[in-house]
């Protein structure tokens, strides 16, 4: 028997909404921020604010910020038929000491998962090639191209504001998880009666 096909999935920005960080902006920096105003990953950049303001912002917001940012649109739904035939492996740049906080998360709101990693930064190339993933969903751009041009896996970007650029070729571009649930079961056609 064939191994069944393991997913690479980043969590914030890919299976949480990527609008989850807009609200916080908001009640701390600009009340008429709006999600469109996030045309880059940097924050610092996007507010005009030091990184090291940023920085700590986002330290003293993160428990709250991680454990109520809601689910992406219809990917509980999509993770949920995709774990019977699929294996879900998510890396995710978050910290060790958020995983119990993350579990909760993935609980709470009925995400199933066979495996989470929380490396502490987004370098997430070593990890996807030591958990042997097959594909790889992602929010940030340099991220998914690095993933794609190291591993020469097929990568998915879910489309941003702060991700728009030209893509390579092996790096597609995503507008919700119903597209990418009908390209996936194209590229890795669900095989009855599979190993883990």
Not at 10 to 23: E, K, R, Y
Not at 85 to 102: G, N, V
Not at 170 to 182: A, I, Y
Request: aromatic share 14%; hydrophobic share 35%; with cysteine.
């Amino acid at each position: 028997m064939n191994r069944k096909f393991r997913m690479g999935i980043d969590i914030d920005g890919t299976v949480t909404c990527p609008t989850a960080l807009v609200p916080y902006l908001q009640r701390s920096f600009n009340k008429d921020f709006k999600y469109e105003d996030i045309t880059e990953y940097d924050l610092s950049n996007v507010l005009n604010i030091p990184e090291s303001e940023i920085y700590q912002w986002f330290k003293d917001n993160e428990h709250e910020i991680y454990k109520y940012s809601p689910v992406h649109n219809d990917a509980d739904h999509v993770l949920m038929n995709w774990a019977n035939y699929y294996q879900l492996i998510f890396i995710s740049a978050r910290h060790s000491y958020l995983q119990e906080l993350t579990i909760d998360w993935f609980k709470t709101h009925n995400v199933p998962y066979h495996h989470i990693e929380l490396t502490g930064s987004h370098e997430k190339i070593e990890t996807a090639r030591r958990l042997n993933v097959d594909a790889f969903f992602e929010d940030k751009l340099d991220n998914a191209i690095e993933i794609h041009n190291a591993l020469n896996i097929p990568v998915y970007l879910f489309d941003t504001p702060y991700n728009q650029s030209e893509l390579p070729a092996g790096v597609t571009r995503v507008k919700s998880w119903l597209e990418l649930d009908t390209l996936i079961k194209k590229q890795f056609p669900i095989r009855k009666g599979e190993d883990s």
